[in-house]
Antibody
Framework: DVLLEEFGGGLVQPGGSLRLSCAASGFIFRDYAMTWVRQAPGKGLEWVSALSGSGGNTYYSDSVKGRFSISRDNSKNTLYLQMDKLRAADTATYFC???????????????WGRGTLVTVSS | SYVMTQPPSVSVAPGETATIACGGEDIGSKSVHWYQQKPGQAPLLVIYYDSDRPSGIPERFSGANSGNTATLTISRVEAGDEADYHCQVWDRDGEQGVFGGGTKLTVL
């Protein structure tokens, strides 16, 4: 079975940095594009960032472009999200998610982790 | 970036049909995907490419997309369908994914 587990959330001050990790198992990690989605408390889903299976193509939402960096280590079956210059508005539960189809990036996510909470506050 | 609008809430009686709209400029030219999210849970894909159902999703769930509106239809609504529903597209121009604001479905 597909398993995605996020790590690295916590409390950070405005302007600070945090690195999230997502450990994947149960599928051939390198074959799938991966996505980060966040959800502020009581709010809807917000797409954050995605990258292709090889990691060669990366995409960001306007709200995080220039501050966040997505990457992956296919040898470790792990997805990362480096978050810099954090703001209060970045406070949310961050989910990592797996693409629906192997080898082609559809940007449709069909498997999700349970999420990790990031709180940006002084 | 591309913007999609959903009604905040929809209410329906058990056994009736629920229709949830997702509006956006020329959304009919894009592929729309729908996710169901119950409280405290991760989202679940229920419709992709406008009208396809992943395995395990009941036939009661269907989708359509034309013009400026995409719709998710749930027939013979059950109490277990009560959840938030989110539409999503890939914005090719902006090279980013986009979610609608979400709709809370209440089963009366």
């Amino acid at each position: 079975d597909v398993l995605l587990e996020e790590f690295g959330g916590g409390l950070v001050q405005p302007g600070g940095s945090l690195r999230l990790s997502c450990a994947a198992s149960g599928f051939i990690f390198r074959d799938y594009a991966m996505t980060w989605v966040r959800q502020a408390p009581g709010k809807g889903l917000e797409w954050v960032s995605a990258l292709s299976g090889s990691g060669g193509n990366t995409y960001y939402s306007d709200s995080v472009k220039g501050r966040f960096s997505i990457s992956r280590d296919n040898s470790k079956n792990t997805l990362y999200l480096q978050m810099d210059k954090l703001r209060a508005a970045d406070t949310a539960t961050y989910f990592c998610a797996k693409d629906l189809f192997a080898t082609s990036s559809s940007w449709i996510v069909n498997s999700w982790g349970r999420g990790t909470l990031v709180t940006v506050s002084s | 970036s591309y913007v999609m609008t959903q009604p905040p809430s929809v209410s329906v009686a058990p056994g009736e049909t629920a229709t949830i709209a997702c509006g956006g400029e020329d959304i009919g030219s894009k592929s729309v995907h729908w996710y169901q999210q119950k409280p405290g849970q991760a989202p679940l894909l229920v419709i992709y490419y406008d009208s396809d159902r992943p395995s395990g999703i009941p036939e009661r769930f269907s989708g359509a997309n034309s013009g400026n509106t995409a719709t998710l239809t749930i027939s013979r609504v059950e109490a277990g369908d009560e959840a938030d529903y989110h539409c999503q597209v890939w914005d090719r121009d902006g090279e980013q994914g986009v979610f609608g604001g979400g709709t809370k479905l209440t089963v009366l």
